[in-house]
T-cell receptor, first 117, second 112 residues
Framework: GAVVSQHPSWVICKSGTSVKIECRSLDFQATTMFWYRQFPKQSLMLMATSNEGSKATYEQGVEKDKFLINHASLTLSTLTVTSAHPEDSSFYIC?????????????FGPGTRLTVL | KNQVEQSPQSLIILEGKNCTLQCNYTVSPFSNLRWYKQDTGRGPVSLTIMTFSENTKSNGRYTATLDADTKQSSLHITASQLSDSASYICVVSALSGYALNFGKGTSLLVTP
């Protein structure tokens, strides 16, 4: 149980294009989903927190107009990197928090490797 | 500021050997501490979780310890296997809210 999937697992795009990454909780309802970014040899850095049906809360320094987050259902959140540039190349990981249980429980997805050329 | 420090940053050991990874934290008030294994290019997978009252937790060849008084934790890997090569991340939660405090991880390489 508690499986989180991400799609795609990797994507390569040209500079200036937009890329959408999906995060799904497969066997539970996620009232809250989180988006992280991880650079090589660094730990996960929280980008934003999204609650189903409401606007995402972005961490300081994360551009909300560049990283669009939509959490339209209890099992799906999407992250769209708009007008991607090479510096946006990174490993993006989502996590999902079930509606029940401890508030700090998060199940992580397998990540999406984004490469912007 | 809530911080989680891990050591060593990287480690190379021979297959079959044991190793111990360290985690020190300043997160307060403490809620729980988790160790995750992250294979290259994959998301973190939970190994153990310990609350304030627990000082040891095992998961197969992985044994985590917690000293809440000194705010230290360790992850001991017994009889290492090549598949143990990964990054091991210590994550500490505070009682307030749902935010996770991540360490930078220890990169472990197990060689034949």
């Amino acid at each position: 149980g508690a499986v989180v999937s991400q799609h795609p697992s990797w994507v390569i795009c040209k500079s200036g294009t937009s890329v959408k990454i999906e995060c799904r909780s497969l066997d539970f309802q996620a009232t809250t989903m989180f988006w992280y970014r991880q650079f090589p040899k660094q730990s996960l850095m929280l980008m934003a927190t999204s609650n189903e049906g409401s606007k995402a809360t972005y961490e300081q320094g994360v551009e909300k107009d560049k990283f669009l987050i939509n959490h339209a259902s209890l099992t799906l959140s999407t992250l769209t990197v708009t007008s991607a540039h090479p510096e946006d190349s990174s490993f993006y990981i989502c996590s999902a928090r079930p509606g029940t249980g401890p508030a700090d429980t998060q199940y992580f997805g397998p990540g999406t490797r984004l490469t912007v050329l | 500021k809530n911080q989680v420090e891990q050591s060593p940053q990287s480690l190379i050991i021979l297959e079959g050997k044991n190793c111990t990874l360290q985690c020190n934290y300043t997160v307060s008030p403490f809620s729980n501490l988790r160790w995750y294994k992250q294979d290259t290019g994959r998301g973190p997978v939970s190994l153990t979780i310990m609350t304030f009252s627990e000082n040891t937790k095992s998961n197969g060849r992985y044994t985590a310890t917690l000293d809440a008084d000194t705010k230290q934790s360790s992850l001991h890997i017994t009889a290492s296997q090549l598949s143990d090569s990964a990054s091991y991340i210590c994550v500490v939660s505070a009682l307030s809210g749902y935010a996770l405090n991540f360490g930078k991880g220890t990169s472990l390489l197990v060689t034949p």
